[in-house]
């Protein structure tokens, strides 16, 4: 008990605090926790890269943490507050400060632009807000702005099923940008981009969570895009947090171990490959 | 030779399953087939092919008279009544019902996948509503209003609406769960409400097949209005029954050449449609 008040009364500061949360996926009760005694604290307004191979539970650290799924034990506090001892509909408030964008962008292929990046509206709209932005988008000048950032302001009434991949995934976060989040939860926004679009997307998300002091938590499978960009990198496998670090002790050595399949605290690999690693590591993926 | 040896070495283990499946099959419905008398050879006997011949040469001199076609409009236009304003009515109940039974589009399964006791409890009365509904056909139902409201097109509305209510609720959920779930998911994520999770999430994934479903409904209407006609409510069935009982093939033709143009022109509509939404 004491515990619990400790951490939650730390926590008021704190936009993130996981202390030993294992999670397991709805599906399979009898598969290994897809998380395993997770241990983060994330400060308001702090950029963090997550790292780590395929299947290492990225994504479902990400799903935890915007409330959308129940960790199985563990503490987890979000803006100082226990998500899954509040009620329904306090839980759903606070998904309304926290925005997901999973790395599939989840835009109807009918639907046109506008409408869809509006969509990051719905949670401060009523019912009848959203049914007249329907028919007449309430705030297309908005949409047309965050479009832009994104160098897709050309595409504003366009279908989203006339967009590339590409368009779509920067759509996909452009509806980032018209949510009123204060945590920001993106997975993978660079699967789809050249180089040169990533460069942009990644440093378009940071100036905005840097304007308006959000959160910022970021999957990548870039490393060098994640080293060059965030202050803090989070390193996943297996389910577990290898290492958690600002990016300057972060080393090759480091890196190549998590990707490939050495223990951390086997030794580190030879000289000559030290210097191949983030190389090797960006071609892989 | 060598493909026996193939075959045995790689036996196809879904094989034996279809044959059983086909024996099975064959011997239900056997039995299914002498209990419903089908003998489709007694058309074929002398004396119903004499009359058959009469009744269908008549179908060839449709009847055009001046009274019969402004009774005809009439009689088409009060069938077209009577099954949009059935289907209106069947939507009004069906889509509160497909809002509150689709589980998709669940806020207190987000996360945990169980959904609230009390939310679970009313999603299955609304479906018991929706199975009551439609498992009384839209002919009983008819029969049942003729008898409270007496004949007339009111009776034919009312047990369209009520049918029908029950089978688009129906259909609606189950093509907004069989969507893709995504975009409506993460709105639920975001913290969208239910409501603002359909219109923006799952109504533009299935929208087109909700329309399309909804005017073959119609068409279902329609043609439902017809058979209705027949015990009295009203709309072309209840002149149709009176023509068929007069032997009257040419009108009779008439009749069926509207059923036809009726159901044809549903078909555009609905082609129309789902070519702006698509």
């Given at each position: 008990?004491?515990?619990?008040?400790?951490?939650?009364?730390?926590a008021?500061a704190?936009?993130?605090?996981?202390?030993?949360?294992?999670?397991?996926?709805?599906?399979?009760?009898?598969?290994?926790?897809?998380?395993?005694?997770?241990?983060?604290?994330?400060?308001?307004?702090?950029?963090?890269?997550?790292?780590?191979?395929?299947?290492?539970?990225?994504t479902?650290?990400?799903?935890?943490?915007?409330?959308?799924?129940?960790?199985?034990?563990?503490?987890?506090?979000?803006?100082?507050?226990?998500?899954?001892?509040?009620?329904?509909?306090?839980?759903?408030?606070?998904?309304?400060r926290?925005?997901?964008?999973?790395?599939?962008?989840?835009?109807?292929?009918?639907?046109?632009?506008?409408?869809?990046?509006?969509?990051?509206?719905?949670?401060?709209?009523?019912?009848?807000?959203?049914?007249?932005?329907?028919?007449?988008?309430?705030?297309?000048?908005?949409?047309?702005?965050?479009?832009?950032?994104?160098?897709?302001?050309?595409?504003?009434?366009?279908?989203?099923?006339?967009?590339?991949?590409?368009?779509?995934?920067?759509?996909?976060l452009?509806?980032?940008?018209?949510?009123?989040?204060?945590?920001?939860?993106?997975?993978?926004?660079?699967?789809?981009?050249?180089?040169?679009?990533?460069?942009?997307?990644?440093?378009?998300?940071?100036?905005?969570?840097?304007?308006r002091?959000?959160?910022?938590?970021?999957?990548?499978?870039?490393?060098?895009?994640?080293?060059?960009?965030?202050p803090?990198?989070?390193?996943?496998?297996?389910?577990?947090?290898?290492?958690?670090?600002p990016?300057?002790q972060?080393?090759?050595?480091?890196?190549?171990?998590?990707?490939?399949?050495?223990?951390?605290?086997?030794?580190?690999?030879?000289?000559?490959?030290?210097?191949?690693?983030?190389?090797?590591?960006?071609?892989?993926? | 030779?060598?493909?026996?040896?193939?075959?045995?070495?790689?036996?196809?283990?879904?094989?034996?399953?279809?044959?059983?499946?086909?024996?099975?099959?064959?011997?239900?419905?056997?039995?299914?087939?002498?209990?419903?008398?089908?003998?489709?050879?007694?058309?074929?006997?002398?004396?119903?092919?004499?009359?058959?011949?009469?009744?269908?040469?008549?179908?060839?001199?449709?009847?055009?008279?001046?009274?019969?076609?402004?009774?005809?409009?009439?009689?088409?236009?009060?069938?077209?009544?009577?099954?949009s304003?059935?289907l209106?009515?069947?939507?009004?109940?069906?889509?509160?019902?497909?809002?509150?039974?689709?589980?998709?589009?669940?806020?207190?399964?987000?996360?945990?996948?169980?959904?609230?006791?009390?939310?679970a409890?009313?999603?299955?009365?609304?479906?018991a509503?929706?199975?009551?509904?439609r498992?009384?056909?839209?002919?009983?139902?008819?029969?049942?209003?003729?008898?409270?409201?007496?004949?007339?097109?009111?009776?034919?509305?009312?047990?369209?609406?009520?049918?029908?209510?029950?089978?688009?609720?129906?259909?609606?959920?189950?093509?907004?769960?069989?969507?893709?779930?995504?975009?409506?998911?993460?709105?639920?994520?975001?913290?969208?409400?239910?409501?603002?999770?359909?219109?923006?999430?799952?109504?533009?994934?299935?929208?087109a097949?909700?329309?399309?479903?909804?005017?073959?409904?119609?068409?279902?209407?329609?043609?439902?209005?017809?058979?209705?006609?027949?015990?009295?409510?009203?709309?072309?069935?209840?002149?149709?029954?009176?023509?068929?009982?007069?032997?009257?093939?040419?009108?009779?033709?008439?009749?069926?050449?509207?059923?036809?143009?009726?159901?044809?022109a549903?078909?555009?509509?609905?082609?129309?449609?789902?070519?702006?939404?698509?």
């Open positions: 008990m004491s515990v619990s008040s400790n951490t939650s009364s730390g008021t704190l936009a993130y605090d996981l202390q030993a949360l294992t999670v397991r996926h709805l599906a399979d009760d009898a598969a290994p926790p897809a998380l395993h005694e997770i241990q983060l604290s994330v400060a308001p307004g702090e950029h963090l890269a997550i790292i780590g191979p395929s299947g290492a539970g990225k479902t650290l990400l799903a935890t943490l915007s409330l959308s799924q129940r960790p199985e034990s563990g503490q987890f506090h979000v803006f100082g507050q226990e998500p899954w001892s509040l009620s329904q509909s306090a839980r759903h408030k606070l998904r309304a926290l925005f997901l964008a999973p790395q599939t962008p989840p835009l109807p292929p009918r639907q046109r632009v506008v409408t869809a990046v509006l969509a990051a509206r719905l949670p401060q709209w009523s019912l009848w807000r959203a049914l007249v932005s329907l028919i007449k988008p309430a705030d297309p000048e908005a949409a047309w702005q965050a479009l832009s950032r994104f160098n897709l302001g050309d595409k504003l009434y366009s279908r989203v099923d006339r967009l590339s991949g590409g368009e779509r995934q920067r759509c996909g452009a509806r980032l940008l018209l949510s009123s989040a204060e945590a920001l939860l993106v997975d993978e926004p660079l699967s789809a981009l050249d180089p040169a679009l990533s460069e942009l997307t990644i440093a378009t998300l940071r100036r905005e969570a840097a304007e002091k959000a959160t910022l938590i970021c999957t990548l499978h870039q490393v060098d895009l994640a080293l060059a960009h965030f803090r990198i989070v390193a996943l496998r297996k389910g577990r947090i290898v290492f958690d670090l990016r300057e972060v080393t090759a050595e480091m890196i190549d171990a998590l990707y490939h399949g050495e223990p951390r605290s086997s030794k580190p690999l030879p000289k000559h490959d030290e210097h191949q690693a983030p190389l090797a590591v960006g071609g892989c993926l | 030779m060598n493909t026996a040896v193939v075959q045995l070495r790689h036996p196809d283990p879904a094989w034996r399953g279809r044959v059983m499946l086909f024996i099975a099959f064959a011997v239900v419905l056997w039995p299914v087939l002498v209990i419903s008398e089908f003998k489709p050879w007694i058309l074929f006997d002398q004396q119903s092919i004499m009359s058959t011949a009469r009744f269908l040469a008549d179908f060839l001199t449709p009847a055009h008279s001046a009274e019969f076609m402004s009774m005809l409009v009439e009689q088409t236009w009060q069938t077209i009544a009577i099954a304003a059935g209106s009515l069947a939507m009004l109940g069906a889509i509160p019902a497909t809002v509150i039974m689709t589980q998709r589009l669940s806020v207190s399964s987000l996360g945990t996948g169980r959904m609230h006791a009390l939310s409890f009313v999603r299955h009365v609304v479906r509503v929706l199975v009551l509904l498992s009384v056909p839209e002919l009983v139902w008819a029969l049942i209003f003729v008898r409270i409201i007496g004949l007339g097109p009111t009776a034919g509305v009312l047990a369209i609406a009520l049918t029908y209510c029950g089978m688009l609720g129906k259909v609606y959920a189950e093509i907004l769960e069989s969507s893709d779930a995504h975009a409506s998911d993460t709105l639920l994520r975001n913290g969208a409400s239910r409501l603002s999770a359909l219109l923006y999430g799952a109504l533009p994934e299935s929208g097949e909700l329309v399309s479903y909804t005017i073959y409904r119609w068409e279902c209407a329609i043609r439902g209005s017809v058979v209705m006609g027949f015990v009295g409510a009203g709309g072309l069935g209840q002149r149709m029954d009176e023509s068929m009982k007069m032997l009257a093939g040419s009108e009779v033709s008439s009749m069926l050449i509207v059923f036809v143009l009726l159901v044809a549903a078909d555009l509509v609905s082609k129309i449609l789902r070519k702006r939404l698509g």
